[in-house]
């Protein structure tokens, strides 16, 4: 073990790591993984640690006191899980210390490295444009995808401020997408309503959340990939469900 550091701090360290990498999304293996190779980087041969998508159990050691890291809020910032994998990899190549890694990570976890909303919507409505190209659309319905996937995925952002369920945010945007897209058929802005309904919800769909789900199960860490799995099932449930009201009214 490195000079001048304990358990204590080598445990925060860590934690630090695996925290960050959850709540970025990370797969439950991969936070495992990370936190065991810094924990051998200096000198611990058998680290315990166990993840689930809410929560960390970690153990340097039979001797060291057992730590508990509780996660509340999760969401997709890969930048974050790539610059902690590259810190992890120094570690273990001796490149910084414990001290250097620790400062580093706690201006990762406070900073917000996140692209503004502006470009977050932008985005969301070219994706929502060209997957109505992609789906065989006419370009006729470009913009009316363009505008109803910008205005959902701003919904959802704007929801979730002031509401924090997931659930009821998605069906909110699902439901203002469906809203436009028939709103946009009916004066004849767009034409294939099921083309523009399917693109403009793209942005929304869960694709993340079901890769992370699936390698997690491959992996074997069968509670992690099921509950996973269930997040993305009622995902796309809330989804579903604000498209059927808009059908099932309109």
């Known amino acids: 073990m490195e000079k001048g ?52 159990i970690f153990s340097l050691c039979r001797t060291e006191h057992t730590k508990l890291v509780r996660i509340s809020k999760r969401t997709t910032d890969l930048n974050k899980i790539i610059i902690v994998n590259g810190i992890s990899r120094k570690i273990s190549s001796g490149e910084i210390s414990a001290e250097e890694a620790y400062s580093f990570l706690t201006k990762i976890e406070k900073g917000n490295l996140n692209y503004p909303i502006y470009v977050k919507v932008l985005a969301a409505s070219i994706v929502s444009g060209f ?48 809203l436009l897209s028939l709103f946009f058929q009916n004066i004849g802005f767009g034409h294939d309503l099921s083309n523009i309904i399917v693109s403009s919800i793209m942005p929304l769909v869960p694709g993340l959340l079901i890769t992370s789900a699936v390698r997690d199960l491959m992996a074997g860490h069968l509670v992690s990939g099921l509950s996973k799995g269930a997040e993305a099932t009622l995902t796309a449930f809330a989804i579903g469900l604000g498209i059927a009201v808009v059908f099932s009214l309109f």
């Not at 790591?17 to 991969?30: H, P």
């Not at 006419?138 to 369920?165: P, Q, T, Y």
């Open 5 to 56: 550091m304990n358990t204590y701090e080598l445990g925060e360290l860590c934690l630090l790591a695996g925290k960050i990498m959850l709540q970025s999304g990370a797969e439950t293996y991969r936070v495992e993984d990370t936190m065991m190779r810094i924990a051998r980087s200096f000198g611990i041969n058998h680290p315990n640690s166990y993840v689930t998508p809410t929560g960390i």
């Open 131 to 178: 997957s109505l190209i992609m789906f065989n659309g006419g370009w006729n319905d470009f913009f009316s995808a363009f505008l109803a996937g910008g205005a959902g995925f701003s919904c959802m952002i704007f929801i979730h401020r002031l509401v924090d369920i997931k659930f009821f945010t998605e069906f909110l945007a699902a439901l203002l997408i469906g």
